[in-house]
């Protein structure tokens, strides 16, 4: 049997190839520098099974990542990772405390730790990276005026120092990350604690007064709990959206048929993005992969 070829926003030393590392019981892991090259490359037929960043509960949901599985993939989520999120300050080691003048890290990153860098480097430029791994790569190999922000593993595999830890503005900092298959099959993972979840598309029909509250009420009355609702723009013209729904439950052959046929009778539309399992990751002691 082929091996499963797992691929993941990397390089390696992301928060991805951590949480991976976590959930994976086996396989052989690529790197890929960017979201839409790993979806794509599971598109293509070359990779099994991608892993990418889905929501951060700082800075909400990765954009690219929702819109990618929407408009241009055809995939399904077959299940999610939540895992605490840890951002440092790198610096190479050389530095020995003289003014920084860039800062190099992912979008999301420096998002998370915006008030520390607005009161610690309001002066230092921004410079966005496509992932917190490889601005550790870049600081690596710069003089040391540079410092970047990712996470103790990107410091290691790079040879940084962590000037100062845990420097995100908020405590309860977690990503999300979808794994995700064009053809859904099994896989195996590591014995973790999980939930069955349901995430679901729904596109309203133009026009239609209450529609948004009769497709919640169908939801409700057969006391199914949503615990996301997120309007994304269909891309089809000004004021037109579709919505995302997690509901905490696994798809069954009952409660989201009579969901779909009561959509459908109010002219919605109504797509299941997967149903799966949803594990909780403890990063504390990560398996190590090379």
């Not at 990779?47 to 241009?72: C, F, K, M, Q, R």
């Not at 979808?178 to 026009?207: C, E, F, G, W």
């Not at 004021?239 to 729904?245: D, H, K, M, Q």
């Amino acid at each position: 049997m082929e091996e499963e070829k797992i691929g993941y926003l990397g390089p390696k030393g992301t928060f991805t190839k951590m949480a991976v590392d976590s959930l994976f019981e086996e396989g052989s892991f690529i790197s890929f520098a960017s979201i839409p090259a790993c979806l794509d490359a599971v598109e293509a037929g070359e990779i099994h099974t991608g892993v990418v960043p889905l929501e951060n509960a700082i800075e909400g949901s990765v954009n690219l990542t929702i819109d990618y599985l929407v408009h241009y993939v055809n995939q399904s989520i077959i299940a999610e990772m939540t895992v605490p999120i840890r951002q440092h300050l790198l610096v190479h080691p050389a530095y020995n405390g003289e003014k920084i003048t860039r800062i190099y890290s992912h979008s999301q990153a420096i998002a998370q730790c915006h008030q520390y860098l607005h009161k610690q480097y309001p002066e230092a430029e921004l410079k966005y990276t496509a992932s917190t791994a490889k601005a550790a790569e870049i600081v690596s190999s710069s003089d040391p005026s540079v410092a970047a922000i990712g996470n103790h593993l990107a410091a290691e595999q790079n040879h940084l120092t962590i000037w100062q830890e845990n420097i995100h503005d908020y405590d309860n900092n977690h990503t999300r990350f979808a794994v995700v298959q064009k053809t859904p099959h099994t896989i195996k993972v590591n014995d973790l604690p999980s939930r069955q979840k349901t995430t679901v598309m729904i596109t309203l029909p133009q026009d239609y007064v209450g529609a948004l509250h009769q497709v919640l009420a169908a939801f409700a009355w057969r006391k199914m709990n949503l615990s996301k609702i997120e309007s994304r723009p269909l891309k089809t013209g000004l004021g037109n959206y579709y919505f995302l729904i997690d509901v905490e439950q696994p798809y069954d052959q009952v409660l989201f048929p009579g969901v779909k046929a009561e959509l459908e009778a109010l002219g919605c539309q109504m797509k299941l993005l997967g149903t799966y399992p949803s594990y909780q990751i403890d990063l504390s002691a990560p398996v190590r992969r090379t």
